[in-house]
């Protein structure tokens, strides 16, 4: 986008028309203090009149009433008392007084009074003094070259060139104001009113790089913002009808199987120590159920909150994983479900959080261990590619439908068939897995899923 400023083109376009506007004025002032020069008469006059001029002079001075008779204009002369010596003008009588100032005067009266004549007026001078005065009636075609028609036109264009201008100026300034200015402001209204009613869909369309334009763009960046901020309060309102929609169920039953054992054991149903022993088992697993749960509610908390820590350390994988796989083959196998670990773990180094990594791996096996049957099996494997190390986790289980595989890593969400077969769990532990492994650079999904089983891969980067 050109840069584009619309204080600068109103600027420039009110200063043209105050330019325009005083132009008119002193140009039509000039006109009208010098109208009696309206037409450039005087030097061609002079010219005519010159000869005809010397020969009264020396006719005056001859003290020889006989003036020039033959001219091609009418001609006056008078003394300097106004008396008319001479005249071939019928406004003028021989031997009459006229008045000085209006025989002399410079002006169009003679072109108003007498239409095609120029008056002109010239002093008499004999042995450099004054002893009279001349005027000569000359026709307009004689003086002027041009016609007077066409002079007051030439004179006249400027003004309508200049008034034209302004008249373009201001049509401009209304289409400057009107897409600049008018326009864009309707379409703030327009936002601004439906976001007052809760419609963050309307988008201004305005991409001039103007003070109008960053205005608009910081106007649509900030109901973007308002948008997701209101998505994100319908998702957390959502959320938080999921969670306790999950929590009512996932809490209910450790609880009444809680209540039912205590009840048993107070109502003196079981009496022999076994008994109670085994009440008291069944009672403690349920509240490490329950405790379970909280602390995965508690993580995901932290996750929702971005407050989750994880601290990047650099060390070599080997190792590291040989722990978590012992770990992990003690638990799989006390469930009697047969595990398959690796022929080799590479020996990477890698940057990453080694509890929250543990945290990871211990989730996704224990996922596989809810699903599976005792006669199943849980394998992992290790697999280098690109920039990433790969873990798979694959088990013999009860599988994912293709419709809930999309949903898996979501918050809360557990598939029809786990909450119909009773199989515990939050439905927060892949959501929280996700977060730890993306907040690693690396990325986590199902690879595969069927009535035999699943696959589920993260790849942490190296």
Do not use: W
């Amino acid at each position: 986008m050109n840069k584009q400023s619309i204080t600068l083109k109103i600027k420039v376009i009110t200063l043209s028309v105050i330019i325009l506007v005083a132009f008119v004025i002193i140009y039509s002032s000039n006109i009208i203090y010098n109208k009696n020069n309206f037409y450039p008469t005087v030097n061609k006059a002079r010219l005519l009149t010159n000869s005809l001029k010397i020969s009264v002079e020396e006719v005056l001075e001859s003290n020889n009433s006989k003036f020039p008779l033959k001219t091609d204009f009418p001609y006056a002369v008078i003394d300097l008392n106004g008396k008319v010596l001479y005249s071939s003008i019928s406004a003028y009588k021989k031997d009459v007084v006229v008045n000085l100032n209006e025989f002399m005067d410079y002006d169009n009266k003679a072109s108003v009074q007498l239409p095609g004549l120029i008056k002109y007026t010239t002093p008499l001078i004999i042995n450099s003094a004054q002893v009279g005065a001349a005027i000569f009636l000359i026709p307009k075609e004689d003086v002027l070259s041009i016609s007077p028609k066409v002079v007051t036109f030439i004179d006249v264009i400027p003004i309508v060139i200049s008034l034209f201008s302004i008249i373009i100026l201001i049509i401009l300034t209304y289409i400057l104001l009107k897409k600049d200015i008018l326009l864009p402001l309707a379409s703030l209204n327009e936002s601004a009113r439906r976001i007052l009613n809760g419609d963050f869909s309307y988008e201004i369309h305005y991409d001039y790089d103007t003070e109008m334009g960053l205005f608009c763009h910081d106007f649509e960046a900030m109901r973007d913002e308002l948008k997701f901020s209101k998505e994100k309060e319908i998702s957390i309102k959502v959320s938080e009808k999921e969670l306790l929609a999950c929590l009512s169920h996932d809490i209910k039953t450790p609880l009444t199987a809680i209540h039912g054992y205590v009840s048993g054991i107070k109502d003196g149903i079981v009496k022999d120590k076994v008994g109670i022993e085994k009440y008291c088992t069944i009672i403690l697993n349920r509240v490490k159920m329950l405790s379970k749960l909280l602390e995965d509610i508690l993580e995901h908390s932290k996750a929702e909150l971005n407050k989750m820590n994880i601290s990047l350390v650099e060390f070599y994988c080997g190792d590291f994983f040989k722990d978590i796989l012992d770990d992990l083959s003690v638990e799989i196998t006390s469930k009697k479900i047969r595990f398959i670990s690796p022929d080799k773990i590479p020996n990477l180094l890698i940057n990453a959080d080694k509890k929250r990594l543990s945290q990871v791996m211990y989730n996704l096996v224990s996922n596989s261990i809810k699903y599976s049957k005792e006669d199943g099996s849980i394998s992992i494997y290790f697999e280098k590619t690109g920039k990433y190390l790969n873990v798979y986790i694959k088990d013999t289980g009860i599988g994912i439908s293709t419709a809930d595989i999309p949903f898996i890593f979501s918050k809360f969400y557990r598939a029809e068939k786990c909450r119909n077969q009773n199989i515990p769990g939050s439905g927060l532990g892949l959501s929280i897995s996700k977060y730890i492994v993306e907040a690693h650079g690396g990325f986590i999904n199902c690879v595969e899923s069927s009535l035999n089983g699943t696959i589920i891969c993260f790849g942490i980067p190296i």
